[in-house]
């Protein structure tokens, strides 16, 4: 009966590390796209600024 529970707590641990891991990954993930459309639209209001500054 111990060894049972004490193996349930420990495959929920386990369990619980693995989908923190993936979750982490995934926020990741996303705030690194999310950084890099940022850029894309900063790159774009760069270009469209020196568009008029030429005009």
Request: charged share 20%.
């Given at each position: 009966m111990d060894?049972?529970?004490?193996?349930?707590?420990?495959?929920s641990l386990i369990g619980s590390t693995i989908l923190s891991t993936i979750f982490s990954f995934i926020v990741i993930y996303r705030l690194e796209r999310g950084i890099r459309k940022?850029?894309?639209i900063e790159q774009r209001l760069v270009?469209?600024?020196?568009?008029?500054?030429?005009?």
């Open positions: 060894r049972n529970i004490s193996q349930a707590i420990l495959w940022v850029s894309k270009d469209t600024k020196g568009m008029y500054n030429l005009v």
